[in-house]
């Protein structure tokens, strides 16, 4: 690793400031809290129903990572999210670095790339809807929390989160002083910087202000481009968030601002051999003999601008009755160039020549800014025998994206205009008949208005949609004894139709796809044992897809976007132990069923699909990990492991061998130390270096693969005031 003068004055700089801080006041260092060693496992408070309660009564499959957690875990990336919470899995999409594609229960992401594509899971930063994020985002946040909902979320959160929700809630400045630092050092030249600071800045505590900021930034050397003769996958990162909150008596104002900036030398795809003639898919082996070596002459990058503005009001309107205002606006620029063939030999169309070729070459500007505005109401009647949530929400999203392809050496050019108006009421209400039971009915409507104007070459598309649908949920629950919590629940998620923004020919993209429609059933318990030492949670499912959105490509190139019905059946376990103080044993599992039940469309190329497995549904999903913390001369030493088990699945309907990703057996953990303020951290992802891809599709002699990460380490030094 190379560490330039600059980034080393900065480090010591920051990690001086905290020493002489540390050394200015002893009597703190001396009392300050240790790691937690208490003897029963902790609760974590969740807001998965819009309203505080612990997570073991919440009726809803929700897993929540608290600060600590998210650390400890080695949570820098939603990627890493997959390891911790069963049937949920993020990856990087395959059109430059930046974006993600979120799976919860099967439910995903046609291509995340495009601005034509909307997600089934909901990413949500206090309480704000993200339409177009980026997989490092959450680096630059101070986070309280993470909750990951699984199932549809469509009455309380409604804007695409027909197959679950993912809530990052950041940390409120608060009336005392916080301060937290951390540097750290790793694989392919790694350095980070972070930094977070909070707290009153009048003396009556009444105004706060919080911020936190992040550099990161590596060398190449994830994969080396032979062709290029260049090691790829270099990084940089910076993003900063800041905070104001004014709090008095009955009312509660807070406003936030965020930029982040991501840039890279790209995403590089694994070309696999054209000349395999074997059954074998796994013994298909990459052209260049390796997934660490890419072979395309062309050259990839990736730049990513967000930025925003955020205001939260909460005012009570009487004892038990409270309004929320959310309002949100941002803006992102996203541009990327990528070769998706990977390279493919001269000779694969009979030439003889030497050398690579690149016969996919894409290059995308995109412009996207949205608007958002919440009103919440909320509270309770007759001494708490009924209580509620209803509100209003609106949301608005213009972009334009400009798209130039070279595909078999023929150049295209495609330009998209879009303008989504997304108008929605909802509301729900809780009756407490008895003590310990609560039954639960609510809906939302929704009506999704989207503007399309398109240009495929000199040849325009026009159009104007219009998607209605209304959720219904129905549940009920029971505190059957102090730590058994039982629940069932009734819900049907939504997501608007669209357009396939990857569509080749005019006729494709000018046709819609239809809407996405799902019917869900749940039922679940959550308990806890021996004085809260033990915890186990169990939940079994069926989502009934009438109209599921899923994307293939056809053996001529054509990328189809279609409805199918689809089955998925399946049952989630978290489990926890804590044997005695020092130590934490945790896991969780998934098993599933699920496939297509017949084709939404009329054509026989969707008809194919029936019976086939659906997308990124693994049959069974295993994670177990550990964590110590156990006392060592005048601090503590800390280590931990996971060890993750994911069975094999397709990434795409056809269930065809290119897209097939074999099981993967994934080895994380970490050792360190804490003394007082201190902690320093060494920690590896991945630690048996399995190679494995995410996704990857085939068409005439294209066949590209997309890697995930290698093994990799840090080395972290935080103190936190």
Known sequence: MRLNPARGRLAVALLGGAALSAMAMPALAETAPAADTGSGLSDIVVTATRSASSIQKTPVSVTALGAEEVKRLQITNVKDLGQVAPNVKFTQVTGGSAGISPYIRGGSVTDGSLITSEPDVGIYIDDVYQPRTAASFIEAIDIERIEVLRGPQGTLYGRNSAAGALKIITREPGATFRLSTEAAVGTWGEFSLKGNASGPVTQDGKLRAGFSAMHRERDGGRQYNATLQKAVGAENFTGFEGQLVYVTEGFKAKAKGFYSHYSSDGQYAVAISPFYTGSNYLAAPPTSGSYRTVLSPSPSFTNSTQYGLNLNLEADLGPNTKLTSITSWSHLDDAWREEFSGGVPWAALGITAPGYMALFDRTSYMGDSSFTQELQLKGSVADGLLTYVAGLYYFNEKGTQDVYSTIFFGPSTTNYAITTDSYAAFGQVSLHPVAGLTVTAGGRWTEDKKTFNAMMGASP???????????????????????????ASYSEGFKAGGYNGLATTLTALSTPYGPQNVKAYEIGFKSEFFDHKARLNVSAFINDYARLQQQTVDNLGNFLTQNYAGLHKGVEIEASVKPFPALTL???????????????????????????????????????????????????????????????YYATPDNLWIGHVPRTDILNGYVGYDYGRWALRVSGKNLTDQTYWTTGFAFSVVAPRFMADPATWRVSLGYKF
């Not at 959720?471 to 039982?486: A, E």
């Open 461 to 487: 598309v026009n159009r104007r949609d219009t998607w209605r649908n209304f959720l219904p949920k129905v549940g009920v629950d029971y505190q059957l004894s102090r730590d058994v919590f039982l629940y």
């Open 586 to 648: 945790w896991g969780n599992a998934a098993f599933n069923e699920a496939k297509y039940k017949r084709s939404a469309e009329t054509s026989a190329a969707a008809g194919s699909y029936v019976g086939n497995q659906m997308t990124s549904v693994p049959k069974f999903q295993y994670t177990f990990g550990g964590d110590l913390v156990a006392p060592f001369g005048p601090g503590n030493f800390v280590a931990g492991l996971n060890y993750s088990i994911r069975a094999d």
